[in-house]
């Protein structure tokens, strides 16, 4: 289980950014300063958490550097760090992953993302197309990953040419690579080089045909690929509560700033952003599009769009049902983000430890065990 850092910033409402979409789509009120990521970063690693995503862009603060300042305040909890190959060559990222084990004592895993978004990427100098851009990826994940291995490499690819490259003190431990993508090329590349494909919260049928995809494409070359989900969440001690609040937050938007914000998203290259779109298809109607899957952030947001919405028992049976599929990885988030870490680690957690599918990490600050005293525990089958 893993939560998120906002390092666009935090809200009570939802908190519009990315693929294009500007930061203030929606409105931080509590900015993501290294004082507030703290009692974030603190909340996730005492509820029991394993590591934190932190996303990239030009929405947000840079992950590496945000993350690297945040391992001095924390103990034990990962960063899941988000960066995009064309904007460093692949011997720097695998020095930078392999210093950042040392100084982290291995709490580093990162999340390789291609980038969707070519007006963006030409802001970072950038200026390749989106099916270059993938082919770049791949190649980038072998220089990394072959230097992870301690080897030494020449490659002249299409778009990386390194020469005689190699690390002199390699990550301890390798750090697990993340990544995601809907289109073909996304694919390949999750099959040949990643140890986890990620997925946005569609229903449980289509992440059910993503993961029969990427499996028979690992298996095809001879691999074995972990599967992870990225998800919202919105749970309460009954599930009245939770709609109760999806609704405010929905109530909170401007339908003028959703009209605004779906333009943008319209121009997206990214397939995994149009099926974001085509969940909610830009309407405030029928926004659970399965049962507790909430469509509503995504009116405002880009990339991960979908909310588990729902009392505790609820959240944890729909993550019960995506485990079920194959999911063994949960990058959750809700805002806002410190408050909401709570509700899903005093309110979930025991749920699925009880359940025997989930155990705390070593060094947690709770204790599952005891989590039954808590009085809205015992409310938590309450509809």
Not at 65 to 93: C, D, I, Q
Not at 295 to 308: E, K, S
Request: aromatic share 8%; glycine share 12%; proline share 5%.
């Amino acid at each position: 289980m893993h939560w998120f850092l906002p390092t666009m910033g935090d809200s009570r409402q939802l908190v519009g950014g990315g693929h294009g979409v500007g930061t203030g789509s929606a409105g931080a009120i509590r900015p993501a300063s290294i004082g507030y990521l703290t009692q974030v970063a603190r909340a996730a690693e005492q509820v029991g958490f394993t590591g934190a995503l932190t996303p990239t862009g030009a929405w947000c603060e840079d992950a590496w550097l945000t993350t690297a300042m945040l391992v001095a305040h924390t103990e034990r909890l990962k960063f899941l760090v988000a960066f995009r190959p064309g904007s460093v060559s692949p011997t720097l990222a695998a020095q930078m992953a392999a210093t950042y084990q040392r100084h982290s004592a291995g709490r580093l895993l990162v999340n390789v993302v291609t980038g969707g978004e070519s007006s963006e990427q030409r802001a970072y100098g950038d200026f390749l197309d989106k099916d270059a851009r993938y082919t770049r990826t791949g190649e980038f994940l072998e220089v990394v990953c072959a230097l992870w291995r301690g080897e030494k490499i020449d490659l002249d690819g299409e778009h990386v040419h390194v020469e005689n490259a190699f690390l002199d003190r390699l990550p301890d431990p390798v750090p697990d690579v993340y990544f995601g993508g809907s289109s073909p090329a996304a694919g390949d590349i999750a099959a040949e080089h990643a140890d986890v494909y990620l997925t946005w919260g569609e229903p449980p049928e289509q992440v059910a045909e993503k993961i029969a995809w990427i499996r028979k494409l690992a298996e095809d070359r001879g691999r074995t690929v972990r599967f992870g989900i990225r998800l919202h969440v919105i749970t309460r001690d009954t599930s009245g509560a939770a709609w109760a609040q999806a609704q405010s937050l929905l109530d909170a938007l401007d339908p003028e700033m959703i009209a605004n914000v779906q333009t943008g998203l319209a121009g997206s290259e990214s397939v995994g952003q149009r099926r974001m779109r085509e969940l909610h298809g830009g309407s405030t109607d029928d926004l659970e599009i399965s049962p507790n899957l909430w469509a509503g952030v995504g009116l405002v947001r880009g990339g991960a769009g979908t909310a588990l919405v729902g009392s505790h028992t609820e959240v944890a049976d729909r993550i019960a049902e995506y485990h079920e599929l194959g999911i063994d990885e949960f990058v959750l988030s809700g805002y806002p983000h410190l408050e909401e870490a709570w509700q899903v680690g005093e309110g979930v957690l025991p749920i699925l430890h009880e359940r025997g599918l989930w155990s705390p990490p070593d060094g947690a600050g709770l204790d599952p065990d005891a989590s039954v005293s808590v009085p809205f525990a015992a409310m938590r089958d309450a509809r």
